[in-house]
């Protein structure tokens, strides 16, 4: 059974950094596209980042373009989400989601196959 563990979650101040791990266990994390999403109190799960299997394709959103990164070390079976520059806006669980079917990077909560607990980011003004 494929699963995913995050942390590197924390309280920071606007204009601040993070970075988020999300290690993947039970399974060969280079079989599967990568992502993170965030889900703020009262509302809907957002995408934030995805990853191609190798690693030699990303996409982000224009909300974290410039100030969010993903990026992946398959020999470690982990996956990152550098921050900067993060916003009282930021604030919300993050997840990280594995997807087992898809060589590109899929956008779309539905696409996913298997989810993280999630890790609470909160940034103050």
């Known amino acids: 059974q494929v699963q995913l563990v995050e942390s590197g979650g924390g309280s920071v101040q606007a204009g601040g950094s993070l970075r988020l791990s999300c290690v993947v266990s039970?399974?060969?994390?280079?079989?599967?596209?990568m992502g993170w999403f965030r889900q703020a109190p009262g509302k809907e799960r957002e995408f934030v980042a995805a990853?191609?299997?190798?690693?030699?394709?990303?996409y982000h959103p224009d909300s974290v373009e410039g100030r969010f990164t993903i990026s992946r070390d398959n020999a470690q079976n982990t996956v990152y989400l550098q921050m900067k520059s993060l916003k009282p806006e930021d604030t919300a669980v993050y997840y990280c989601a594995a997807d087992r079917r898809r060589v590109g990077v899929p956008a779309v909560e539905s696409e996913y196959d298997y989810w993280g607990q999630g890790t609470q980011v909160t940034v103050s003004s």
């Open positions: 039970g399974g060969t994390l280079s079989m599967y596209a």
């Open positions: 990853i191609t299997r190798s690693g030699g394709g990303t």
